[in-house]
């Protein structure tokens, strides 16, 4: 099974700020996605393909990376940016997340 | 405009069943492969399952910590999706999610509101 580990589990920032988000796999995958979820909220897709900005999603928000090492990017946090985002590994089965990272004030 | 919406959670006791439903809108549901993913109060994100398109075959793939107690299955005629649980554990007490799957990169693009299931004495 492909393990995912996010880092930091949560960061403090501030409006304005960049923000960066780390997700390893335990080997290496081509199909990344990134979600956010808020309180009490369905996940929302972000990204997928490691970078590829869903429809609709802003674009202060990137991803990149490859192998097993990803980043998601906020380049400017905006209020409703604070929220927990998961990274999801779909190269194989079983399907997995990342454990979350709680992006707070 | 795609449209998921879970309904069928509620509490039950270990060892119980109960069945989840997911009324789909606003795309091919016949052709959409699909999946349920679950959340554990306060916890993260856990893949259950992901069911084929019946023209691709219908194929379910399962996590193991619920393969050979749920069961996924579509009906195309009335564009629902269901997750039959059986001999529920305490652990299986979480937020249901139905959601779309895409298989050329494997994400999950849509996702319905959520419901609860509590497996508690």
């Known amino acids: 099974d492909i393990q995912m580990t996010q880092s930091p589990s949560s960061v403090s920032a501030s409006v304005a700020d960049r923000v960066t988000i780390t997700c390893r796999a335990s080997q290496g995958v081509s199909r990344l996605a990134w979600y956010q979820q808020k309180p009490g909220k369905a996940p929302k897709l972000l990204i997928y393909?490691?970078?590829s900005l869903q429809s609709g999603v802003p674009s202060r928000f990137s991803g990149s990376g490859s192998g097993t090492d990803f980043t998601l990017t906020i380049s400017s946090l905006q209020p409703e940016d604070f929220a927990t985002y998961y990274c999801?590994?779909?190269?194989?089965?079983?399907?997995?997340f990342g454990g979350g990272t709680k992006v707070e004030i | 405009e795609v449209q998921l919406v879970e309904s069928g959670g509620g509490l039950v006791n270990p060892g119980g069943s109960l069945r989840l439903s997911c009324a789909a809108s606003?795309?091919?549901?016949?052709?959409?492969?699909m999946s349920w993913v679950r959340q554990a109060p306060g916890k993260g994100l856990e893949w259950v399952g992901r069911i084929k398109s019946t023209t691709e075959g219908g194929t379910v793939e399962y996590a193991a910590p619920v393969k050979g107690r749920f069961t996924i299955s579509r009906d195309d005629s009335k564009d629902t999706l269901y997750l039959q649980m059986n001999s529920l554990k305490t652990e299986d007490t979480a937020v249901y999610y139905c959601?779309?799957?895409?298989?050329?990169?494997?994400?999950?693009?849509?996702w319905g509101q959520g419901t609860l299931v509590t497996v508690s004495s």
């Open positions: 999801q590994q779909g190269n194989s089965f079983p399907l997995s």
């Open positions: 959601t779309t799957y895409t298989t050329s990169w494997s994400y999950f693009d849509y």
């Open positions: 606003g795309f091919t549901f016949s052709n959409a492969w």
């Open positions: 393909a490691a970078s």
